[in-house]
């Protein structure tokens, strides 16, 4: 996607602006800033873009905001943030009501960004825009990504820096957007049937058979389900399974196949896909990490 850019810097002296370059080691394994501030935003201020490899997460202080986003505009008074992939056609801008924008902002990358980025979407329905509760410690964290760039420490300190309090900002966001649900009563029949499947999961099981069990439609099960948990009932039976199988390559000499049915997998081919999916080795190289558990000779 070619780039474009368009803004206006309506800020004021007192505003900040840094920019980091980031190691090419911390670029590969780690999450970094490419840019942070602290604006004092005035009525003319404004920024239209697309195609950049950045995520954005502003957090407005004072006045208010405008994110055009998506095909939708969203206001972003004080106390709320937005968090977009620069990717995707932005345009945000200080709200002529107020003529002020004060913000706390940063640009970054890395391992893992996008995960955040995705997580925190799934969490508000796909809205970019969250809210912050009053001394929420997002606040601190960025205002300390800010001070690090004027700090005397060398570049991999400042990298590792930068990436645990990006990680930390990430996470209080994300967070912060899960308090909601957590704070909602669990039905109690979506209980009654996590527990079953923590108990049953060996079972040749599927959606519709769980479903009929407990009077549900396979549709409402599955959408109730993943909105209490995060997941839908298939990938809590599949990590179930993943987890009980990982326990028996470590503390038993059970082959692999033996091991893939005790779990519940009858077909060892997609077993072994869906763990190396998972975990990233195959069971066989999982095994090997213990290897006083590897099993007899003549078994595989």
């Known amino acids: 996607m070619a780039q474009k850019l368009q803004y206006h810097l309506d800020i004021a002296p ?13 670029r590969s394994h780690l999450l970094y800033v490419q840019e942070a501030g602290d604006f004092w935003a005035g009525p003319g201020y404004y920024t239209n873009r697309e195609g ?56 970054f990358q890395g391992a893992g960004a996008r995960f955040y980025y995705e997580s ?22 960025l205002r300390q990504i800010l001070a690090l760039h004027s700090s005397q420490q060398g570049q991999a ?10 990680t930390q900002l990430l996470t209080q966001l994300l967070l912060g957007t899960m308090k909601p649900a957590r704070q909602a009563q669990t039905p109690a029949l979506m209980e009654e049937i996590r527990a079953h499947l923590a108990e049953a999961y060996p079972e040749k099981m599927t959606l519709a058979q769980l479903g009929a069990k407990f009077g549900l439609s396979p549709c409402y ?43 519940g997998f009858e077909n060892l081919g997609y077993f072994t896909r869906l763990f190396k ?24």
């Open 14 to 26: 007192e505003s900040q602006w840094v920019f980091h370059t980031a190691g090419a080691g911390a």
């Open 221 to 263: 099960l599955q959408r109730q389900f993943k909105q209490t948990y995060g997941q839908s009932p298939t990938e809590y039976l599949m990590f179930l399974r993943i987890v009980h199988a990982k326990e028996l390559l470590r503390t038993t000499q059970k082959s692999i196949g033996e091991i893939a049915y005790a779990a």
């Open 277 to 300: 999916r998972q975990e990233g080795l195959t069971p066989q190289e999982y095994r090997r990490l213990w290897p006083n558990m590897e099993p007899a000779a003549g078994k595989s």
């Open 120 to 141: 925190f979407l799934q969490q508000t329905g796909g809205d970019p825009v969250g809210i912050l509760s009053h001394g929420a410690p997002a606040y601190d964290l």
């Open 52 to 107: 950049f490899d950045s995520f954005l997460i502003k957090l407005t202080l004072s006045g208010c905001g405008l994110l055009d986003y998506d095909g939708r505009q969203y206001r972003v008074p004080a106390g709320h943030f937005y968090w977009i992939d620069c990717q995707n056609r932005q345009s945000y801008r200080t709200d002529p009501e107020t003529g002020s924008w004060r913000v706390l902002w940063v640009h």
């Open 157 to 166: 300190e400042k990298d590792l820096q930068t990436a645990s309090l990006l």
